[in-house]
């Protein structure tokens, strides 16, 4: 166990849990700007895919559980296999990809992309085992069309 990837991810952990504060009085921001997303990309970029998985998966979860949103189930259920994949897949492309500016890039795009998918397979699991209210219109509008505003954001600031 690296002891400096550990308290790196446990400070990521606790930027998931306090960043969303920040938008906290304007949900329909928060939903946009996706803040707890931010530090676990991150994570996975610093500390590598299986930090940024765990960070990813716990994040949702643990705020649930503390302050009450998202509500557990099934948006921070959800969420926890999105940020996981999140986290996974940043530590994994920036790792298999040569070290530039570009990759970078092609790192968070590819990752977002995949968490996004991920999160709309959960969300169909859901729609089909606990008779979930979820399309196909839902995943494409949850997913990419409102979510554009976030994508955007955390394509300029995160690199």
């Not at 996706?34 to 765990?54: D, E, K």
């Not at 790192?107 to 998918?117: C, Q």
């Amino acid at each position: 166990m690296n002891i400096k990837k550990l308290s790196f991810s446990a400070m990521f952990l606790a930027l998931c849990l306090l960043l969303p504060f920040l938008t906290g009085q304007i949900p329909q921001i928060g939903s946009m700007l996706s803040p707890m997303h931010i530090p676990v990309l991150i994570c996975g970029f610093t500390c590598g895919p299986v930090y940024g998985a765990i960070v990813g998966f716990i994040a949702p979860l643990l705020r649930s559980l503390l302050f009450g949103m998202p509500p557990v189930f099934p948006t921070a259920s959800a969420m926890a296999f999105e940020l996981a994949a999140y986290g996974a897949s940043t530590g994994i492309f920036y790792r298999l990809l040569p070290k530039n500016n570009m990759n970078i890039y092609i790192s968070l795009v590819l990752s977002m992309l995949l968490g996004r998918f991920v999160w709309g397979a959960v969300m169909f699991l859901f729609a089909a085992l606990f008779d979930v209210g979820f399309t196909f219109e839902k995943f494409l509008a949850g997913a990419f069309i409102t979510a554009v505003p976030g994508i955007i954001f955390h394509i300029l600031i995160m690199p």
